[in-house]
């Protein structure tokens, strides 16, 4: 079993950064994503990355002001979000796939964060 733990949210006004951190024990083994959710709305993915960090996959929607990457030697991974808008106030979850590859469905992931708050203010 594996236990993510993220940290990084918060508020911030638009326009803003925030860097979200996902830690667990282990994690070089796992490739790994970054999904979100907002009220009311469906879970959905954000980025991707390989286990060694060479392969990553971001949503179409979402490319140019997310940037994921890792540091497998402190078992963490971190999703860097610049230039915030209030459209981005969600969850953020962080989650693990033991098979190889990165991927965008829920259903491919083992192990799920409890989530991360990040609220934009306009």
């Known amino acids: 079993q594996v236990q993510l733990v993220e940290s990084g949210g918060g508020l911030v006004q638009a326009g803003g950064s925030l860097r979200l951190s996902c830690a667990a024990s282990?994690?070089?083994?796992?490739?790994m994503g970054w999904f979100r959710q907002a009220p009311g709305k469906e879970r959905e993915f954000v980025v991707g990355?390989?286990?060694?960090?060479?392969?990553?996959y971001y949503a179409d929607s979402l490319k140019g002001r997310f940037t994921i990457s890792r540091d497998n030697a402190k078992n963490s991974v971190y999703l860097q979000i610049d230039s915030l808008k209030p459209e981005d106030t969600a969850v953020y979850y962080c989650?693990?796939?033991?098979?190889?590859?990165?991927?965008?469905?829920?259903?491919?992931?083992?192990?799920w964060g409890q989530g991360t708050q990040v609220t934009v203010s306009s």
């Open positions: 989650a693990a796939r033991l098979r190889l590859g990165v991927s965008s469905r829920i259903d491919e992931y083992d192990y």
């Open positions: 282990g994690l070089s083994r796992y490739a």
């Open positions: 990355i390989s286990r060694t960090g060479v392969s990553r």
